[in-house]
């Protein structure tokens, strides 16, 4: 009898080990199954983050001060017909632009997170109407639609960004540049000081040389005039 016990508790003792290692099993496999989703899901929220950085000039999203948003609107300031803004990030400056200049605003951002919390933001400050945004590589881009452009952009992507203006700008277009300006053009005037400052440029007739002067509007402004 007692070699009969002996043998039933084994047996129990080692279907219970299975039991236990069963159990671990489908514990490890839902880890895996969370682990692993978890790693896609945060993939493809980072990767409209990350893609732009491998691109040969990177364009980060670094958001526009309230002081650079105003300098914007003075360079904007008795001007008509389209805008667009090449790097729109959260599209402060198109909202702006809508709400304020009451143009036509086009925001170019390639993040696709970022033109949905654009049009988010144009819709909450009731310009969804007049203002468009698109998930689009800027150098794809057509300028000769539009008479007004706005760019934050990076020192890196400068010339080559006014070597397109070159060939799509028409004559009575505005280029408003923030951070950095064009290389060898000759800004008509710069508003604000420091990391603020914007530059505006109208085309060069043989895109080296600016020759127009500033709007006489802007003398009323701080600015410096080169």
Known sequence: MKGLENTQMEE???????NKQSGLSGVGLALVGVTGGAAVALSIIAAPFVTPALRKVCLPFVPATSQQVRNVLIGLKGRSGRLVDLGSGDGRIVVAAACQAQLKAVGVELNPWLVWYSRWAAWRAGVAASTSFVTRDLWRLDLRDYQNIVIFGVEEMMLDLESKLSQELTQDSLVIA?????????PA?????GLDSVWLYYRPPEA????????????SYSYKAR
Do not use: D, M, N, Y
Request: hydrophobic share 35%.
């Open 12 to 18: 129990l003792l080692k279907e219970s080990s299975v």
């Open 208 to 219: 080296t040389q600016q020759t127009k002067e500033a709007p006489e509007l802007l003398k």
């Open 178 to 186: 923030c951070r950095f300006p064009l290389p060898s053009w000759k």
């Open 189 to 193: 005037a710069t508003i604000g000081h």
